[in-house]
């Protein structure tokens, strides 16, 4: 409390020179109409860049949710796409149920680790048994393929990135759907190689890259990138093209496991067919 006195002993006249000059400039805008309405702009302006701020604050601590929210309608969408469905209409036969049968639904999930950097990177998501995930599920971004489910706990799972060196993706020209091998050679995490196109194929800087839906993985025609080079190495009987990825592995936050539900009764199917000994 001494100090208190003493400050205000000491700076007495500042106080009161500060005093009177708030007490002039309140007198001057409440008496004279123009510097009372220059007041009020200045306030507002003050004070709806606070508000600016406030709401990109907000919004930024909200992103989180947003993206989640976000997820679950692009999985929601997918499950409702045309490429998610199999046709089993019988021409010959009427039947009393739908024409289509689903095959494929999507589980949205959040990533929780990822890396880009190694020579193997493999992706963490927050999904796992009890939601439904699988070892084999193919992975989906907003803008592509991600991976595939490599091993499950009860609430997580771990995803073999595109950017692994064990990574094989069947994917396939839009135009004509030509499918070649996709792999990536490490390096840029935002290119791939396409390998062994034949020669026939008339490739453009631009084509689309699509999923070939060949595998249990990933439906037919999923986006996965463009071809932004291509070349005939010496020797070689087949071109080998480079493609821009659509997913940028180092924004991704969420993203759909593709579930195969009839992949099963494929696999058991595939498992019948005889080797070429005949076994």
Sequence with gaps: ??????????NYFFLMFLLLEVVAVFILVRSN????????????EVAGKIYAVRND??????????NRILSEEIARLRNLQGSAWLNTANKEIAVNDTLYRQRYSFIDAEVIDNTVTRRNNYIVLARGKNQGVREGMGVMGPNGIVGIV?????????????????SRISASLKKDGTFAQLLWDGGDYRNATLKEIPTHVKLVKGDTLVTSGLGNAFPKGVFVGVISSFEKK????????????????RKLQHVSVVNNL????????QNSIPDDDGK
Excluded at 34 to 42: D, I, P, T
Excluded at 150 to 166: E, G, I, Q, Y
Excluded at 263 to 269: D, M, S, V
């Design 262 to 269: 009839l992949k099963e009764e494929l696999e058991q199917l």
């Design 1 to 10: 409390m001494r100090n208190l006195i003493v400050f205000l002993a000491r």
């Design 150 to 166: 490599r091993s499950v706990s009860p609430n997580f799972c771990t995803v073999m990135s595109l950017l692994h060196k064990d």
């Design 234 to 249: 010496a020797g070689e009987k087949t071109y080998t093209a480079q493609v821009l990825l659509g997913t940028d592995f």
């Design 33 to 44: 109409p123009y510097q009372r309405a220059e007041a009020v702009n200045s306030t507002s």
């Design 57 to 66: 604050l907000t919004g930024y601590f909200n992103l989180r949710d947003q």
